[in-house]
């Protein structure tokens, strides 16, 4: 998987794809990446963009084959994202058929209604992430800025309404956490994790995660794992903070940026926060799903 000719490409156009918010890059492949044959032992992680995925398939590539060789991979082709295809990256669903592990550990950001369909038949587990919207929104504006994979992000103030209208890629952050709330009732393999709940103590959501993937280590293997994976680490190290990818432009934000809960504070307004909370209680009354903006 090369980076390089990425660079020269213009970014990318955003259009109404099925209702939802898409670019060609997450489009062009996709009857193949709706074929795409799962097996029964593979692990999907799925999230909106920017809640936590990288950190949680790191999480998943140390429990499962722990500090090999692997680690000098770059993460992205140890858990490829599904239905990325672009010139310079290729297509991720030959990137997960090439894959040798066992399991398979597969990113993805489709809401649920667009994930293909032989992951239900073959009963994978799934973890999806979810990130309080205020966070996710900042996380997501500073990610646009700097990846030219993603459309124009233009100003902050058009950018939050964005998104609030459900109009960044891969569409309706409220819809995502929502879809992927509601498959929880009716698919027992999906296992909802809050970023927040990550941040406030990574053990014992490793502990969970253990747990639903029916796994046990040594509690000295748990705290190895607890260490690598903290923000620190994981963004020195680069085979997992994506410094090897030429469109990301580290000079405008780096991919690893804060990793905290509650930074959007330092972005709203006040009369922006009042705007957004009152549009946020219209659109997400299932009480059943809280997020906590600060811990
Ligand atoms: S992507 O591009 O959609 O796959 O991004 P994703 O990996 O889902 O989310 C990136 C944000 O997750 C933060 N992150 C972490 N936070 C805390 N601890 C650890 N270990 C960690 N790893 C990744 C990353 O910094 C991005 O959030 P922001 O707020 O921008 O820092």
Redesign the pocket.
Known sequence: MSSAPGKLLPRPEIFDFQGVSMTRFFTDNWENVQNFQAKPGDILVA?Y???????VS?ILDLLYFGQTERQTIPIFERVPLLELTSPGFGSGKDAVDKLPTSPRVI?T?LPVQFVPKSFWEQNCRIIY?ARNAK?NV??YF??DRMNRMQPEPGGWSSYVHRFMEGKLMFGSWYDHVNGWWKKKQTYPNLHYVF?ED??EDTGREIEKLCCFLGLSRSDEEKKRIIDR???DN?KKDDMVNYSSIAVMDFKISP??????VG?WRNHFSEAQSLQFDEDYRKKMTDVTLQFRCDI
Not at 49 to 55: E, L, S
Not at 255 to 260: A, D, E, H, L, S
């Open positions: 999230t963009p920017k809640a936590g995925n990288t950190w790191y990113k950001h992430v966070d900042v996380s500073h990610f970023y990550l941040v994976s903290q923000f994981m991919f690893m940026r804060k990793g905290k930074d």
